[in-house]
């Protein structure tokens, strides 16, 4: 039995794992032949490890420009990192935050079945993450054992099926219809990117339509623009931060040759994703139906952030700008403020910020993404500052989550324990149950809450 569930234990922490495991449910609900079967299950399986050896490549190139960075320019703080600050807890919350795992899937499923929040939130890394934070913020506020781990639980199901809804009108502009989710726990930033786009442009003035004469038209191929921009970072941070210190990064390779190097092996990470986003909607999607209208009827995927980079590649590069701007800004008013100072992390602004620039976007064109995503750049500032002192020991270790939905749960389950004790987290509890039942009592136009502009 221990061997079972250590099992689906490693199941559940590889996202590929369940995206393939979705694909073959609705494949076999859907009675495919066997050959078809077999390629629709492997396609969304191969293109999320293609997906992942890209992010891996982005986050290994990243690495080396922070460190320039903060050398250059005599920066200390606490860095934002979703990853290391899981590595930290697993060392004393490994058994609570897999159990919440476990049982928050279950309640997401269950309420994808009996409500009309259909969506099924399939970023394993995230939800993973997220039961982390749940068992961190949990055990601060005085709970423990088994009561812990159902309050989590229930928690991480009900939040995998809220936050997708809340801004699926925003998704359904973003993919133009596409029957996705977002499936990330940045998506509250992305929305607020999105609705601030629509105040300050027009959806029509697309950063994809941007004009670019014939002698400029290479940039329009997403790599060698990508490319370039990433070029000058690499190059102020390595020129900032001097040739001595760069070569204990490099091994002893020249420093401008180094900078160059690292800004194109970005660019090839950023490739290999767009292909891997390719190869998994083209597969994922179709097999869906099959869970869709056999299993849970009218289920939507919530899917990673990276999977809408495809949609709109331009703003992809101009949201990574504006949100890093975001987050240089935001840090120095936190140092003017006298608190602590949170360095921007450039994986959370790569990733979140391109999100929030296709999201700017799809409201509110070239001016929306920029914005949209320069307000995300402070979001992701000013909220992990925030949340640091709601995580009890894990406080001090030098990090903290990194994506903005992570200090909002953190945050409102730390908050309400402070003024109101357990029975305020109790409260918030009870009010997300009601939140995800009370519609299905409801007359609506739709089955599914907030799809097609319900």
Same mark, same amino acid.
């Not at 997906?51 to 005599?74: E, H, S, T, W, Y």
């Not at 990064?249 to 660019?267: E, H």
């Given at each position: 039995?221990?061997?079972?569930?250590?099992?689906? /234990?490693?199941?559940?922490?590889?996202?590929?794992?369940?995206?393939?495991?979705?694909?073959?449910?609705?494949? +076999?609900?859907? !009675?495919k %032949?066997?050959?078809?079967?077999?390629?629709?299950?492997?396609k969304?399986?191969?293109?999320?490890?293609?997906?992942?050896?890209?992010?891996?490549?982005?986050?290994? =190139?990243?690495?080396?420009?922070? /460190?320039?960075?903060?050398?250059?320019? =005599?920066?200390?703080g606490?860095? %934002?990192?979703?990853?290391?600050?899981?590595?930290?807890?697993?060392?004393?919350?490994?058994?609570?935050?897999?159990?919440?795992?476990?049982?928050?899937l279950?309640?997401?499923?269950?309420?994808?079945?009996?409500?009309?929040?259909?969506?099924?939130?399939?970023?394993?890394?995230?939800?993973?993450?997220?039961?982390?934070l749940?068992?961190? +913020?949990?055990?601060?506020?005085?709970?423990?054992?088994?009561?812990?781990?159902?309050?989590?639980?229930?928690?991480?199901?009900?939040?995998?099926?809220?936050? %997708?809804?809340?801004?699926?009108?925003? @998704?359904? /502009?973003?993919?133009?219809?596409?029957?996705?989710?977002?499936?990330?726990?940045?998506?509250?930033?992305?929305?607020?990117?999105?609705w601030?786009?629509?105040?300050?442009?027009?959806?029509?003035?697309?950063?994809?339509?941007?004009?670019?004469?014939?002698?400029?038209?290479?940039? !329009?191929? @997403?790599?060698?623009? @990508?490319?370039?921009?990433?070029?000058?970072?690499?190059?102020?941070?390595?020129?900032?931060?001097?040739?001595?210190? &760069?070569?204990?990064?490099?091994?002893?390779?020249?420093?401008?040759?180094?900078?160059?190097?690292?800004?194109?092996?970005?660019? &090839?990470? &950023?490739?290999?994703?767009?292909?891997?986003? !390719?190869?998994?909607?083209g #597969?994922?999607?179709?097999?869906?139906?099959?869970?869709?209208?056999?299993?849970?009827?009218?289920?939507?995927?919530?899917?990673?952030?990276?999977?809408?980079?495809?949609?709109?590649?331009?703003?992809?590069?101009?949201?990574? &700008?504006?949100?890093?701007?975001?987050?240089?800004?935001?840090?120095?008013?936190l140092?003017?403020?006298?608190?602590?100072?949170?360095?921007?992390?450039?994986?959370?602004?790569?990733f979140?910020g391109?999100?929030?620039?296709?999201?700017?976007?799809?409201?509110?064109?070239? !001016?929306?993404?920029?914005?949209?995503?320069?307000?995300n750049?402070?979001?992701?500032?000013?909220?992990?500052?925030?949340?640091? %002192? *709601?995580?009890?020991?894990?406080?001090?270790?030098? @990090?903290?989550?990194? #994506?903005?939905?992570?200090?909002?749960?953190?945050?409102?389950?730390?908050?309400?324990?402070?003024?109101?004790?357990?029975?305020?987290?109790?409260?918030?509890?009870?009010?997300? *149950?009601?939140?995800?039942?009370?519609?299905?009592?409801?007359?609506? /136009? =739709?089955?599914?809450?907030?799809?097609?502009?319900?």
């Amino acid at each position: 039995m221990g061997i079972i569930l250590e099992f689906f /234990k490693d199941v559940l922490k590889e996202p590929a794992l369940l995206m393939g495991l979705m694909a073959f449910i609705g494949l +076999v609900a859907l !009675r495919k %032949p066997s050959h078809k079967i077999m390629t629709g299950t492997l396609k969304p399986i191969l293109g999320y490890l293609m997906l992942g050896a890209g992010a891996d490549f982005i986050v290994r =190139n990243l690495d080396p420009l922070g /460190k320039m960075i903060q050398k250059g320019f =005599n920066i200390e703080g606490v860095i %934002p990192n979703n990853e290391a600050i899981v590595s930290v807890a697993q060392t004393v919350l490994g058994v609570e935050t897999m159990s919440i795992l476990l049982l928050g899937l279950i309640v997401n499923l269950l309420i994808a079945r009996f409500t009309k929040f259909k969506y099924i939130f399939l970023t394993g890394h995230h939800s993973f993450f997220m039961a982390c934070l749940l068992s961190a +913020v949990l055990q601060t506020a005085g709970f423990g054992g088994w009561g812990l781990i159902a309050i989590g639980g229930a928690f991480l199901g009900l939040i995998s099926a809220i936050l %997708p809804a809340i801004g699926q009108k925003y @998704t359904l /502009k973003v993919t133009d219809g596409d029957e996705v989710a977002m499936g990330h726990f940045g998506s509250l930033a992305y929305y607020i990117s999105a609705w601030i786009g629509g105040k300050v442009g027009k959806p029509e003035d697309s950063t994809e339509k941007i004009e670019i004469p014939e002698k400029w038209s290479f940039l !329009r191929d @997403t790599t060698i623009s @990508t490319a370039l921009t990433m070029m000058v970072f690499y190059l102020i941070a390595a020129f900032a931060s001097g040739s001595e210190f &760069v070569e204990t990064l490099s091994g002893g390779t020249n420093m401008v040759l180094f900078a160059l190097m690292s800004a194109m092996k970005f660019a &090839v990470g &950023v490739t290999i994703v767009y292909a891997g986003v !390719r190869m998994i909607l083209g #597969d994922l999607l179709p097999a869906f139906q099959g869970i869709a209208t056999k299993i849970i009827p009218d289920a939507i995927p919530a899917v990673d952030c990276a999977v809408f980079f495809t949609y709109a590649p331009t703003a992809v590069v101009i949201g990574f &700008v504006a949100s890093f701007i975001g987050g240089i800004i935001g840090m120095v008013l936190l140092g003017f403020a006298g608190s602590v100072l949170i360095i921007p992390g450039l994986v959370p602004h790569f990733f979140c910020g391109a999100t929030a620039g296709i999201y700017g976007n799809s409201t509110g064109g070239k !001016r929306g993404a920029a914005i949209g995503a320069f307000i995300n750049g402070l979001l992701i500032t000013f909220i992990p500052a925030l949340l640091l %002192p *709601v995580l009890g020991n894990l406080g001090f270790s030098n @990090t903290t989550f990194g #994506d903005f939905d992570f200090g909002v749960v953190g945050i409102a389950i730390g908050k309400l324990y402070e003024f109101l004790g357990s029975g305020g987290v109790l409260g918030l509890l009870a009010l997300l *149950v009601a939140v995800v039942i009370v519609p299905s009592f409801m007359k609506t /136009k =739709n089955k599914v809450i907030n799809n097609n502009n319900e």
